[in-house]
Protein backbone atom coordinates (compact mmCIF):
# COMPACT_ATOMS: atom_id res chain seq x y z
CA UNK A 1 0.00 0.00 0.00
CA UNK A 2 1.75 3.27 -1.05
CA UNK A 3 -1.32 5.62 0.29
CA UNK A 4 -2.39 6.30 -3.45
CA UNK A 5 -5.52 4.58 -4.18
CA UNK A 6 -7.05 3.97 -8.30
CA UNK A 7 -10.51 3.34 -9.09
CA UNK A 8 -11.86 1.10 -10.81
CA UNK A 9 -8.64 -1.52 -11.53
CA UNK A 10 -9.84 -2.38 -14.88
CA UNK A 11 -12.14 -0.75 -16.93
CA UNK A 12 -13.74 -2.02 -20.33
CA UNK A 13 -15.12 0.93 -22.69
CA UNK A 14 -16.36 1.15 -26.44
CA UNK A 15 -15.32 4.36 -28.32
CA UNK A 16 -18.66 6.40 -27.80
CA UNK A 17 -18.58 5.35 -24.34
CA UNK A 18 -17.99 8.38 -21.24
CA UNK A 19 -16.33 6.72 -18.14
CA UNK A 20 -13.90 8.77 -15.24
CA UNK A 21 -10.92 7.07 -13.67
CA UNK A 22 -10.47 7.99 -9.90
CA UNK A 23 -7.33 8.67 -7.99
CA UNK A 24 -7.29 9.51 -3.87
CA UNK A 25 -3.94 10.05 -2.22
CA UNK A 26 -3.88 9.92 1.44
CA UNK A 27 -0.82 11.31 2.37
CA UNK A 28 -1.21 15.35 2.93
CA UNK A 29 0.60 15.82 -0.63
CA UNK A 30 0.04 19.00 -2.42
CA UNK A 31 0.92 17.63 -6.09
CA UNK A 32 -0.63 14.87 -8.05
CA UNK A 33 -0.01 13.44 -11.79
CA UNK A 34 -1.40 11.20 -14.06
CA UNK A 35 0.77 8.76 -16.48
CA UNK A 36 0.02 6.56 -19.64
CA UNK A 37 1.89 3.03 -20.05
CA UNK A 38 1.10 1.55 -22.93
CA UNK A 39 2.83 -1.96 -23.78
CA UNK A 40 6.36 -1.98 -24.47
CA UNK A 41 6.54 2.17 -24.02
CA UNK A 42 7.73 4.00 -21.65
CA UNK A 43 5.68 5.64 -18.87
CA UNK A 44 4.19 8.68 -20.38
CA UNK A 45 3.45 11.97 -18.07
CA UNK A 46 -0.12 13.33 -19.20
CA UNK A 47 -1.16 16.08 -16.38
CA UNK A 48 0.22 17.58 -13.38
CA UNK A 49 -1.35 19.19 -10.52
CA UNK A 50 -0.13 21.29 -7.95
CA UNK A 51 -2.62 22.78 -5.11
CA UNK A 52 -5.23 22.26 -7.30
CA UNK A 53 -4.20 23.55 -10.39
CA UNK A 54 -3.03 22.37 -13.59
CA UNK A 55 0.60 22.75 -14.03
CA UNK A 56 1.42 20.64 -16.93
CA UNK A 57 -0.59 19.03 -20.34
CA UNK A 58 2.22 17.02 -22.19
CA UNK A 59 0.22 17.46 -25.65
CA UNK A 60 -2.32 15.36 -24.43
CA UNK A 61 -5.75 14.88 -26.48
CA UNK A 62 -8.74 16.82 -25.68
CA UNK A 63 -10.71 13.32 -25.41
CA UNK A 64 -8.56 13.05 -21.89
CA UNK A 65 -9.94 15.45 -19.25
CA UNK A 66 -8.38 15.89 -15.99
CA UNK A 67 -9.86 17.22 -13.17
CA UNK A 68 -8.52 17.81 -9.45
CA UNK A 69 -11.37 19.31 -7.02
CA UNK A 70 -9.29 19.32 -4.10
CA UNK A 71 -5.63 18.04 -2.93
CA UNK A 72 -6.52 14.39 -2.17
CA UNK A 73 -8.72 13.93 -5.32
CA UNK A 74 -7.89 13.74 -9.02
CA UNK A 75 -9.86 12.35 -11.38
CA UNK A 76 -9.45 11.60 -15.43
CA UNK A 77 -12.79 11.99 -17.66
CA UNK A 78 -12.61 10.18 -20.75
CA UNK A 79 -14.73 10.49 -23.91
CA UNK A 80 -14.59 9.53 -27.63
CA UNK A 81 -11.61 7.48 -27.00
CA UNK A 82 -9.64 5.00 -29.48
CA UNK A 83 -8.41 1.86 -29.46
CA UNK A 84 -4.62 2.77 -29.43
CA UNK A 85 -5.94 4.67 -25.81
CA UNK A 86 -5.85 1.34 -24.46
CA UNK A 87 -2.94 1.27 -21.91
CA UNK A 88 -2.45 1.32 -18.03
CA UNK A 89 -3.49 4.88 -16.43
CA UNK A 90 -0.61 5.30 -13.51
CA UNK A 91 -1.68 8.02 -10.92
CA UNK A 92 0.98 9.53 -8.73
CA UNK A 93 1.58 11.90 -5.63
CA UNK A 94 4.19 13.66 -4.16
CA UNK A 95 5.11 16.48 -1.43
CA UNK A 96 4.92 19.26 -3.74
CA UNK A 97 6.99 20.17 -6.92
CA UNK A 98 10.06 21.97 -5.69
CA UNK A 99 11.27 19.61 -3.90
CA UNK A 100 15.10 17.86 -4.11
CA UNK A 101 13.46 14.70 -2.73
CA UNK A 102 10.72 14.40 -4.92
CA UNK A 103 9.36 11.21 -4.22
CA UNK A 104 6.39 10.04 -5.89
CA UNK A 105 4.09 7.37 -4.22
CA UNK A 106 2.14 5.60 -7.27
CA UNK A 107 -0.87 4.32 -7.43
CA UNK A 108 -2.06 0.36 -8.45
CA UNK A 109 -2.85 2.02 -11.66
CA UNK A 110 -6.59 1.29 -14.14
CA UNK A 111 -6.28 -1.20 -16.85
CA UNK A 112 -8.14 0.85 -19.50
CA UNK A 113 -9.13 -1.45 -22.73
CA UNK A 114 -10.71 0.24 -25.76
CA UNK A 115 -13.01 -1.72 -28.05
CA UNK B 1 16.38 16.54 -19.01
CA UNK B 2 19.70 14.58 -19.42
CA UNK B 3 19.13 11.32 -21.35
CA UNK B 4 20.61 8.23 -19.35
CA UNK B 5 21.33 4.54 -21.34
CA UNK B 6 20.49 1.38 -19.73
CA UNK B 7 21.19 -2.38 -20.43
CA UNK B 8 17.60 -3.97 -21.43
CA UNK B 9 18.13 -6.73 -19.50
CA UNK B 10 20.00 -8.20 -16.69
CA UNK B 11 20.12 -11.62 -14.67
CA UNK B 12 21.00 -12.13 -11.02
CA UNK B 13 21.58 -14.99 -8.77
CA UNK B 14 19.32 -14.98 -5.63
CA UNK B 15 21.47 -13.95 -2.71
CA UNK B 16 24.18 -12.51 -4.61
CA UNK B 17 24.59 -8.67 -5.25
CA UNK B 18 22.91 -6.74 -8.33
CA UNK B 19 24.66 -4.06 -9.99
CA UNK B 20 22.67 -2.34 -11.99
CA UNK B 21 24.67 0.46 -14.01
CA UNK B 22 23.29 3.62 -15.71
CA UNK B 23 25.43 6.52 -18.16
CA UNK B 24 23.74 9.91 -17.87
CA UNK B 25 27.09 11.57 -19.52
CA UNK B 26 25.33 14.75 -20.49
CA UNK B 27 24.28 15.46 -16.91
CA UNK B 28 24.37 18.82 -15.67
CA UNK B 29 25.49 20.19 -12.57
CA UNK B 30 22.42 20.68 -10.57
CA UNK B 31 20.57 17.33 -11.82
CA UNK B 32 20.09 14.60 -9.53
CA UNK B 33 19.90 11.00 -10.28
CA UNK B 34 17.05 8.67 -9.24
CA UNK B 35 16.41 5.08 -9.62
CA UNK B 36 12.92 3.81 -9.32
CA UNK B 37 11.03 0.46 -10.42
CA UNK B 38 8.11 -0.96 -10.87
CA UNK B 39 7.30 -4.37 -10.28
CA UNK B 40 4.90 -6.44 -12.89
CA UNK B 41 1.31 -4.66 -13.01
CA UNK B 42 2.22 -2.15 -9.92
CA UNK B 43 2.89 1.24 -10.11
CA UNK B 44 6.62 2.58 -9.73
CA UNK B 45 8.36 2.60 -6.28
CA UNK B 46 11.45 5.12 -5.65
CA UNK B 47 14.02 3.53 -4.76
CA UNK B 48 17.06 6.45 -3.95
CA UNK B 49 18.56 9.08 -5.50
CA UNK B 50 21.48 11.41 -5.50
CA UNK B 51 23.36 14.33 -6.68
CA UNK B 52 27.14 13.81 -6.20
CA UNK B 53 28.52 11.52 -2.92
CA UNK B 54 27.54 7.72 -3.00
CA UNK B 55 23.98 7.16 -0.95
CA UNK B 56 22.46 3.99 0.80
CA UNK B 57 19.30 3.78 2.57
CA UNK B 58 17.50 0.22 3.37
CA UNK B 59 16.70 -0.80 0.14
CA UNK B 60 20.18 -0.48 -2.29
CA UNK B 61 22.87 2.09 -2.50
CA UNK B 62 23.85 4.19 -5.63
CA UNK B 63 27.35 4.89 -6.30
CA UNK B 64 27.90 8.19 -8.67
CA UNK B 65 31.22 8.48 -10.29
CA UNK B 66 33.37 11.79 -9.73
CA UNK B 67 32.64 13.21 -13.65
CA UNK B 68 28.84 12.04 -12.71
CA UNK B 69 28.28 10.46 -16.09
CA UNK B 70 27.46 7.37 -14.95
CA UNK B 71 26.12 5.68 -12.27
CA UNK B 72 25.22 2.14 -10.31
CA UNK B 73 22.62 0.78 -8.59
CA UNK B 74 23.57 -1.68 -5.86
CA UNK B 75 21.07 -3.98 -4.31
CA UNK B 76 23.65 -5.93 -2.12
CA UNK B 77 21.79 -9.42 -1.16
CA UNK B 78 18.86 -9.69 -4.46
CA UNK B 79 15.89 -11.58 -3.31
CA UNK B 80 13.33 -13.51 -6.21
CA UNK B 81 10.71 -10.16 -5.24
CA UNK B 82 13.77 -7.94 -6.78
CA UNK B 83 12.19 -9.47 -10.38
CA UNK B 84 11.11 -5.69 -11.67
CA UNK B 85 12.32 -3.08 -14.03
CA UNK B 86 13.99 -0.52 -12.93
CA UNK B 87 14.19 3.18 -14.22
CA UNK B 88 17.56 5.34 -13.83
CA UNK B 89 16.47 9.04 -14.13
CA UNK B 90 17.80 12.43 -14.71
CA UNK B 91 16.26 15.29 -13.19
CA UNK B 92 16.79 18.89 -12.27
CA UNK B 93 16.01 19.70 -8.62
CA UNK B 94 14.04 22.81 -9.41
CA UNK B 95 11.04 21.16 -11.08
CA UNK B 96 9.51 17.89 -10.41
CA UNK B 97 8.64 15.90 -13.38
CA UNK B 98 9.93 12.39 -13.80
CA UNK B 99 10.88 11.01 -17.88
CA UNK B 100 11.23 7.38 -17.96
CA UNK B 101 13.11 5.74 -20.20
CA UNK B 102 12.95 1.90 -21.00
CA UNK B 103 14.56 0.84 -17.96
CA UNK B 104 16.43 -2.74 -17.33
CA UNK B 105 14.65 -5.32 -16.20
CA UNK B 106 16.40 -6.92 -13.98
CA UNK B 107 15.77 -10.86 -13.18
CA UNK B 108 16.44 -12.98 -10.15
CA UNK B 109 16.48 -16.68 -10.65
CA UNK B 110 16.33 -19.47 -7.57
Known amino acids: ETGVTQTPRHLVMGMTNKKSLKCEQH?????MYWYKQSAKKPLELMFV???????ENNSVPSRFSPECPNSSHLFLHLHTLQPEDSALYLC??????????????FGPGTRLTVL | DAKTTQPPSMDCAEGRAANLPCNHS???????VYWYRQIHSQGPQYIIH???NNETNEMASLIITEDRKSSTLILPHATLRDTAVYYC???????????FGKGTMLLVSP
Open chain 1, 49 to 55: YSLEERV
Open chain 2, 50 to 52: GLK
Open chain 2, 26 to 32: TISGNEY
Open chain 1, 27 to 31: LGHNA
Open chain 2, 89 to 99: IVRDSGYSTLT
Open chain 1, 92 to 105: ASSQDLQRERNEQF
